[in-house]
């Protein structure tokens, strides 16, 4: 266990967010450093792959992956803009 614990640990935070979901969002680049986790030990790089998809290109990428997907989405929150 401690060869473990000294061993480089290596981090990387992956979100799902779009540009087009709000101001602040679109100002995100694809690729940056999570300063608020990172410190003098560990470096953690921030990953933002669908930025750029609009809502449409992201349907059309689940339909063409046939994963399966939570109903809730389609179903009874239907009237909220996610």
Known sequence: ?????????????????RAEESSGRARKP?????RAQSNGKRTIPQWHPIIG?????????????GVQYGTVRSSALSHIRW
């Open 1 to 17: 266990m401690a060869c473990f614990l000294s061993s480089a640990v290596r981090i990387l935070y992956a979100l799902g967010l």
């Open 30 to 34: 694809s690729l940056d450093v999570d």
């Open 53 to 65: 998809w609009d809502e449409q290109t992201v349907w059309r990428r689940i339909a063409d992956s």
